[in-house]
């Protein structure tokens, strides 16, 4: 096997890579993919693995591009096309999850301002408006009734929508620093990217153009998010902030397995066999008990997994003790790598 190229970047699944290859003598080299000479980099890798994401103005540019490029001449990549086309992408995800039959809310996405309006008229509220992308919640909204959808709708097909929202961060993070979650220092941050917005927004451009709501799923004081990598699978439950329908960013994790059924896990095995994905975490939350998908990701923050208390085969086996769930998209690409050549 040649090199297996590990993107160094700021932050992410990295340096837990480069431990578990080093651990293990698998071949590796570090590359740095906004360089001009990525490609003779490259020259002798089989692979190239680049945590990248939807914050980081440059992976914007690139990423994806690089990766779906490398894997269409014959490398192996992490995450390959169908773990990451997707990603950051929530219409994407709606069209790729019903076409996969995947349990999903009823949602609505349109192009055109009068046939939005004319949707939102026959429509129950409240409903859920998201943007495309975005993490953390940032980007999701209940919106509670059609005078409320008339003006997103205005927006969406006049002057869009920032990927940025300053205020909701800037009152995230005062609330952070009131129970002592976040620093003086994160304030002002956050206050002065009400005026200056992060480099990634620019990138990313204003969101416009299309209006896409989901189905409000009620009573749901929690969301499920399960982790699938190769046939392991890993979980936790994120409560949602007070006052507020709303779990993911909200810091408040549980990890105890008695919150997670075989129904869920097991739902989670099934439609990532189906999507054939190296790495993906499903959001889910309940409608009388059945557990829907209200988003996909290959990306997560490893830190905030550690306490998790084992993990599940793909014949739910649970398997109690620490881990590093990083270590097995190192796995991933190795077989990848095997399955290639052999
Ligand atoms: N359709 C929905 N019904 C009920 N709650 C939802 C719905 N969609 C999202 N949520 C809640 O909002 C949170 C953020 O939504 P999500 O689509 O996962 O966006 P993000 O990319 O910001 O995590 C979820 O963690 C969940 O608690
Ligand atoms: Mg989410």
């Given amino acids: 096997?040649?090199?297996?190229?590990?993107?160094?970047?700021?932050?992410?699944f990295h340096p837990n890579w480069r431990a578990y290859c080093l651990k293990n003598n698998i071949p590796f080299k570090n590359v740095d993919?906004?360089?001009d000479n990525i490609i003779d980099q490259l020259a002798d890798c089989d692979a190239l693995m680049w945590h990248h994401s939807q914050n980081n103005p440059k992976d914007l540019l690139i990423a994806k591009q690089l990766l779906f490029a490398l894997e269409h001449s014959g490398k192996v990549?992490?995450?390959?096309?169908?773990?990451?086309?997707?990603?950051?992408?929530?219409?994407?995800?709606?069209y790729l999850?019903?076409?996969v039959q995947c349990p999903i809310p009823q949602n609505h996405v349109f192009y055109e301002k009068d046939a939005a309006i004319r949707w939102a008229k026959t429509a129950s509220y409240p409903t859920v408006f998201k943007l495309r992308g975005g993490a953390g919640s940032f980007n999701v909204k209940l919106i509670k009734s059609f005078a409320d959808a008339k003006?997103?709708?205005?927006?969406?097909?006049g002057r869009g929508f920032s990927n940025y929202d300053g205020f909701t961060a800037f009152k995230e993070t005062?609330?952070?620093?009131?129970?002592?979650?976040?620093?003086?220092?994160d304030v002002l941050k956050a206050f002065l990217r009400?005026?200056?917005?992060p480099e990634?927004?620019?990138?990313?451009?204003?969101?416009?153009?299309y209006v896409y709501f989901q189905e409000f799923i009620p009573n749901n004081d929690s969301d499920i998010r399960v982790i699938v990598i190769g046939n392991k699978a890993f979980a936790i439950k994120r409560n949602v902030r007070e006052n507020d329908f709303r779990a993911s960013g909200s810091g408040n994790i549980e990890y105890s397995k008695k919150y997670f059924d075989d129904k869920t896990i097991k739902t989670a095995f099934d439609i990532a066999a189906k999507l054939k994905t190296q790495c993906v975490a499903f959001d889910f939350v309940y409608k009388d008990d059945k557990p829907l998908v209200i988003e996909i990701s290959y990306g997560y923050t490893h830190a905030a997994y550690a306490p998790c208390e084992g993990y599940w085969d793909s014949a739910l086996n649970w398997f109690p003790g620490s881990f590093d769930s990083c270590e097995w998209m190192v796995d991933v690409v190795v077989n990848d790598i095997k399955r290639k050549k052999y």
């Fill in 1 to 12: 096997m040649k090199h297996i190229a590990i993107h160094v970047g700021k932050n992410g």
């Fill in 33 to 35: 993919c906004y360089a």
């Fill in 77 to 94: 990549v992490f995450p390959d096309f169908n773990t990451n086309w997707h990603f950051d992408d929530k219409v994407a995800q709606k």
């Fill in 97 to 99: 999850l019903e076409l």
């Fill in 151 to 157: 003006s997103i709708i205005h927006k969406a097909f």
């Fill in 174 to 185: 005062f609330g952070h620093w009131q129970k002592g979650k976040s620093s003086k220092m």
């Fill in 194 to 197: 009400l005026f200056i917005p």
């Fill in 200 to 209: 990634f927004a620019k990138v990313a451009g204003r969101e416009i153009g």
